[in-house]
């Protein structure tokens, strides 16, 4: 089993639509929960943090959820700049805390 | 520029030869990862530096990889007698602070290692 798992989509979306991605982790003492995006050909970049109270960043929101072990991504109102692969970070406990990426979710919008 | 920086960016060499990948970390940064990505899949951990200090090589795949980081600043990624199942985008990434508490990674380019 893969520590950090994502669904890898393609989740193909009209414009304005509301999309979630969720990201499973695979020890429960696990620190710190980031969602980066990775546009193709190009590095990934953080996208947003994830905080145990949940936290939203304009159009965005994310959440952990502790007990089962997975944190979510939200997007309302998707935009076709929002088209890119979305990959879940966890600093995994029992991995020194290293931060382990998920495989990405790959997200298309269109119009 | 200020952000993380990986030299080449295109490196394309023949079974068995060496390769040393460069990554030039945002001056500040503690911590210093190295990750290789494959298409379609997420980064995956190789290495990773506090200053100087080599703290965790698990990921490395076998003995041909080795990585120094030895002033504390500008690393080097080594793979020797490269092999066709090295070629991949290989990321360097720095973050103001290593683990436990690592926050936000930034990445370099990366270098993508084509092995004919």
């Known amino acids: 089993r893969k520590e950090v798992e994502q669904d890898p989509g393609p989740f193909n979306v009209p414009e304005g639509a509301t999309v979630a991605f969720n990201c499973t982790y695979s020890?429960?003492?696990?620190?710190?929960f980031f969602w980066y995006r990775q546009d193709c050909r190009k590095e990934p970049k953080l996208l947003m943090s994830?905080?145990?109270s949940g936290n939203e960043d304009g159009r965005f929101t994310a959440q952990l959820n502790r007990a089962s072990q997975y944190i979510s991504l939200l997007i309302r109102d998707s935009k076709l700049s929002d088209s890119a692969t979305y990959l879940c970070?966890?600093?995994?406990?029992?991995?020194?805390?290293?931060?382990?990426f998920g495989r990405g979710t790959s997200l298309i919008v269109h119009p | 520029g200020a952000g993380v920086s990986q030299s080449p960016r295109y490196k394309v060499t023949k079974r068995g030869q060496d390769v040393a990948l460069r990554c030039d970390p945002i001056?500040?940064?503690?911590?210093l990862y190295w990750y290789r990505q494959a298409l379609g899949q997420g980064p995956e951990f190789l290495t990773y530096?506090?200053?100087?200090?080599?703290?965790?090589k698990s990921g490395l795949p076998n003995d041909r990889f080795s990585a120094e980081r030895p002033e504390g600043s500008i690393s080097t990624l080594t793979i020797q007698r490269t092999e066709q199942r090295d070629s991949a985008m290989y990321r360097c990434?720095?973050?103001?602070?290593?683990?436990?508490?690592?926050?936000?990674?930034?990445f370099g380019e990366g270098s993508r290692l084509t092995v004919l």
């Open positions: 990434a720095s973050s103001l602070d290593g683990p436990p508490d690592t926050g936000e990674l930034f």
């Open positions: 020890n429960s003492a696990s620190q710190s």
């Open positions: 994830v905080y145990s």
């Open positions: 970070v966890v600093n995994l406990a029992g991995g020194s805390y290293i931060p382990t």
């Open positions: 001056s500040g940064h503690v911590s």
């Open positions: 530096f506090n200053y100087e200090a080599q703290q965790d």
